[in-house]
C-alpha cells in the first residue's frame, strides 16, 4: 500500500504565500514523478506543476513564474512553493505520484486526499 500525506493548505490573503507539501510512504519501489493538480469549484482537475526525480519540471499556463515545485527524492516529498495569491488560484490541490511498488512491474498513479487552498480577503 502506498500512503500520500498533504500539508500546508489554508486561507492565504491576495498577494500571499503558501507552500504545499506531499510526502509519499508505503510500498515503494521507484518513483518516476510527483506534481500536483487543482480542481476549482465547477472546474475540472489540472495540472498545477510536476517534477521527475530528475529534476524536470512541467508547470501548468496559469501559475509559471508564481509557484515552484521541488522534490526532496530522499524523502518522497514533493512541495510546491505558490507565491502572489489570486482568488483564482482557490481550489482543492491534489498531490500526485507516478510509481512503481515492484520491480519489473508497471509505473501506477497515486492521488492524495487533497488539501484546500482558498485565497481570499
Known amino acids: 500500500q502506498v500512503q500520500l500525506v498533504e500539508s500546508g493548505g489554508g486561507l492565504v490573503q491576495p498577494g500571499g504565500s503558501l507552500r504545499l507539501s506531499c510526502a509519499a510512504s508505503?510500498?515503494?519501489?521507484?518513483?518516476?514523478?510527483m506534481g500536483w493538480y487543482r480542481q476549482g469549484p465547477g472546474k475540472q482537475r489540472d495540472l498545477v506543476a510536476r517534477i521527475t526525480t530528475g529534476g524536470s519540471t512541467t508547470y501548468g499556463p496559469s501559475v509559471k513564474g508564481r509557484f515552484t515545485i521541488s522534490i526532496d527524492n530522499a524523502k518522497n516529498t514533493v512541495y510546491l512553493q505558490m507565491n502572489s495569491l489570486s482568488a483564482e488560484d482557490t481550489a482543492l490541490y491534489y498531490c500526485n505520484v507516478v510509481l512503481m511498488t515492484k520491480p519489473y512491474t508497471s509505473y501506477s498513479n497515486y492521488w492524495g486526499q487533497g488539501t484546500q487552498v482558498t485565497v481570499s480577503s
Open positions: 508505503g510500498s515503494i519501489f521507484s518513483i518516476n514523478n
